[in-house]
């Protein structure tokens, strides 16, 4: 069966560190999208991409980039981590731009401290 | 002000009772809606796409007022396994972003 898939599902982290959270997809979606969630803000969209080569900036894109070398997968990088950037991530894709149902990965905790 | 914006609750209702959320959106370009479920510490699956003229999928029916830019899902006769947090989404082919709500908390009891 197709899915989505995130690792590592935990990862602890030091302030200031480079770290990449990784997300692949066997659905061959062009779009992939990039969501943190945080207690009383919800699901907010850091980047996204449309399709090999093209990535977009979201809600809260400050800190963090992405970059997408084949259909399959979306990495997120930050660059230098924050204790602002503990949160839960997840990863999403869909089949079609603007509109279409998002399919979701498990998520990653990460924890800065 | 948020784009999409929800009741937190919690809601806390019996078995077999009829419970009714709603959400509000900002953004009258808004194109496509969703109601998404989220279990505790789970990713959000999603639960019913919203149609302009309302759509039901058993036990659930979903609308959406364009006038006053809200969608509503009702769950009726709550199961125990329908407790849950119940997010919004909602797309704009302008912003081609998702937005989501902050999620309703539903916990149905014996």
């Known amino acids: 069966d197709a899915e989505i898939t995130q690792s590592p599902r935990h990862k602890i982290t030091e302030t200031g560190r480079q770290v990449t959270l990784a997300c692949h997809q066997t659905?061959?979606?062009?779009?992939m999208f990039w969501y943190r969630q945080d207690l009383g803000h919800g699901l907010r969209l850091i980047h996204y991409?449309?399709?090999?080569?093209?990535?977009n900036k979201g809600e809260v894109s400050d800190g963090y980039s992405v970059s997408r070398s084949n259909t399959e997968d979306l990495p997120l990088t930050l660059e230098s981590a924050a204790s602002s950037q503990t949160s839960v991530y997840f990863c999403?894709?869909?089949?079609?731009?603007?509109?279409?149902?998002?399919?979701f990965g498990p998520g990653t905790r990460l924890t800065v401290l | 002000r948020k784009e999409v914006e929800q009741d937190p609750g919690p809601f806390n209702v019996p078995e077999g009772a009829t419970v009714a959320f709603n959400c509000t959106y900002s953004?009258?370009?808004?194109?496509?809606f969703f109601w998404y479920r989220q279990d505790c510490r789970k990713e959000p699956k999603l639960l019913m796409s919203?149609?302009?003229s309302g759509n039901e999928d058993g036990r659930f029916t979903a609308q959406l007022n364009r006038a006053s830019q809200y969608i509503s899902l009702l769950i009726r006769d709550s199961k125990l396994s329908d407790s849950a947090t119940y997010l919004c989404?909602?797309?704009?082919?302008?912003?081609?972003?998702?937005?989501f709500g902050a999620g309703t908390r539903l916990t149905v009891k014996p």
């Open positions: 989404a909602v797309n704009s082919y302008n912003n081609n972003d998702m937005r």
């Open positions: 999403a894709s869909s089949d079609l731009a603007g509109g279409d149902t998002q399919y």
């Open positions: 953004n009258s370009a808004s194109q496509s």
């Open positions: 919203v149609y302009s």
């Open positions: 659905w061959n979606h062009n779009n």
């Open positions: 991409s449309y399709g090999v080569q093209d990535t």
